[in-house]
């Protein structure tokens, strides 16, 4: 938390509680990658299902403040997801999402407004990583929530521990959110275990 602070985001707190057609938004054309649990007795439709990414929370607090303000946004949440297991306990998994959106940098009488592109998402999350003494490599990936060619799996010593990208633009437009709008996501128990 501390090191992802001092590179310019700000943590926000979202609910474990999801529904499942915020879930579905995240795959635009595709089935859920993972079957979310349900809850038994939901408050509401919006609160059915333990989620199984942080992305959805993410972009929905995202789109809210959007509407009320235009400066870059940095932002990103350290907790956990749920994945079901056969006849056991879900698998709590310790996972870091964070948010790009908006101008790479705030506009300003010195400069004039510059978009945010892949390597302004890649490039906090390499600096993150570098400050945890871990050295990654990036392979094309295929996460479908993501635009096609701008995103890449994040891999350190032959391990994946992440994505970084470019949101799909069907994804963009069902959350309100702009289209340049980037996320990178880091398991952060896998990558603890290669950090020095």
């Known amino acids: 938390r501390r090191l992802i602070v001092g590179g310019g985001f700000q943590e926000i707190l979202t609910y474990s509680l999801v529904g499942r057609d915020r879930l579905a938004l995240l795959t635009p054309g595709a089935p859920l990658t993972v079957e979310p649990l349900g809850v038994a007795n939901p408050m509401s439709r919006d ?3 333990l989620r199984t990414s942080l992305r959805a929370s993410l972009l929905d607090a995202l789109s809210r403040n959007r509407r009320r303000e235009q400066a870059p946004t940095r932002v990103f949440e350290l907790s956990r997801v749920y994945l079901p297991r056969e ?3 879900p698998d709590e998994r310790e996972t870091l999402c964070a948010v790009l959106s908006g101008g ?6 010195h400069h004039g407004e510059r978009r ?4 302004d998402a890649k490039g906090a999350v390499e600096s993150l990583l570098t400050m945890c003494g871990v050295d990654a490599s990036y392979v094309p990936s295929q996460d479908p929530g993501l635009f096609p060619g701008r995103q890449a799996e994040i891999v350190v010593d032959s391990e994946r521990v992440g994505v970084v990208g470019q949101l799909h633009l069907s994804v963009a437009h069902a959350f309100e959110v702009d289209e ?3 996320i990178f ?3 952060v128990a896998t990558l603890m275990q290669h950090a020095r």
Do not use: K
């Open 104 to 109: 790479a940098v705030p506009l300003s009488w």
């Open 116 to 119: 945010l592109d892949f390597y």
């Open 87 to 89: 006849d056991a306990l």
């Open 47 to 49: 609160q059915e299902y």
């Open 180 to 182: 340049d709008t980037f």
């Open 185 to 187: 996501e880091l398991d």
